[in-house]
T-cell receptor, first 114, second 114 residues
Framework: KAGVTQTPRYLIKTRGQQVTLSCSPISGHRSVSWYQQTPGQGLQFLFEYFSETQRNKGNFPGRFSGRQFSNSRSEMNVSTLELGDSALYLC?????????????FGPGTRLTVL | DQQVKQNSPSLSVQEGRISILNCDYTNSMFDYFLWYKKYPAEGPTFLISISSIKDKNEDGRFTVFLNKSAKHLSLHIVPSQPGDSAVYFCAASDRGSTLGRLYFGRGTQLTVWP
């Protein structure tokens, strides 16, 4: 089985712009979670989707949003980018909906905001 | 507020010896714990997990110990190999949470030298 794929792998944007990141889960997985990794904060939970519905949201401003499509692929969007949004954005998929299902991570998208 | 803490940012161990990585948590609602390994430019890879109904779980060279009263878990790697050099993240799941939100520590960089 192919693993979790994320596109693009690297992205450079300037302050004020918006960005959309994409995640394709492992085939058959219906749950997708997003995490932000920064050197200072480690991995922070952004949100989780299951069957096209957001089931859980972390403590991030409304500039961060996401969605999931009927094929379980997910996108996250960050509007009005700030310098502090520079981070590695990781997507993880699991079969769902069991809480203890193992989450499998993609390689991440490295976002740099100038 | 960091609910999962890995107080050692780095650990250096000689090949063949035991590596012990530690993790503390503060939330008594956490009942499922995981360890992930991360190489540079890759996403975290699941290693091993443990439920709070157990105090030990083994998988090959990896053993996780859970001390609920101390809110402490540890990952033992025996024997350590140079390929184990990576960042190790401890993560926890909250029994009151829906689906798969994970709380991560900030990671410990393990270096195994020949």
């Amino acid at each position: 089985k192919a693993g979790v794929t994320q596109t693009p792998r690297y992205l450079i944007k300037t302050r004020g712009q918006q960005v959309t990141l994409s995640c394709s889960p492992i085939s058959g997985h219906r749950s997708v979670s997003w995490y932000q990794q920064t050197p200072g904060q480690g991995l922070q939970f952004l949100f989780e989707y299951f069957s096209e519905t957001q089931r859980n949201k972390g403590n991030f401003p409304g500039r961060f949003s996401g969605r999931q499509f009927s094929n379980s692929r997910s996108e996250m969007n960050v509007s009005t980018l700030e310098l502090g949004d520079s981070a590695l954005y990781l997507c993880a998929s699991s079969p769902g909906p069991t809480r203890t299902d193992t989450q499998y991570f993609g390689p991440g998208t490295r976002l740099t905001v100038l | 507020d960091q609910q999962v803490k890995q107080n050692s940012p780095s650990l250096s161990v000689q090949e063949g010896r035991i590596s012990i990585l530690n993790c503390d948590y503060t939330n008594s609602m956490f009942d499922y714990f995981l360890w992930y390994k991360k190489y540079p430019a890759e996403g975290p890879t699941f290693l091993i997990s443990i439920s709070s109904i157990k105090d030990k779980n083994e998988d090959g060279r990896f053993t996780v110990f859970l001390n609920k009263s101390a809110k402490h878990l540890s990952l033992h790697i025996v024997p350590s190999q140079p390929g184990d050099s990576a960042v190790y993240f401890c993560a926890a799941s909250d029994r009151g949470s829906t689906l798969g939100r994970l709380y991560f520590g900030r990671g410990t960089q393990l270096t195994v030298w020949p």
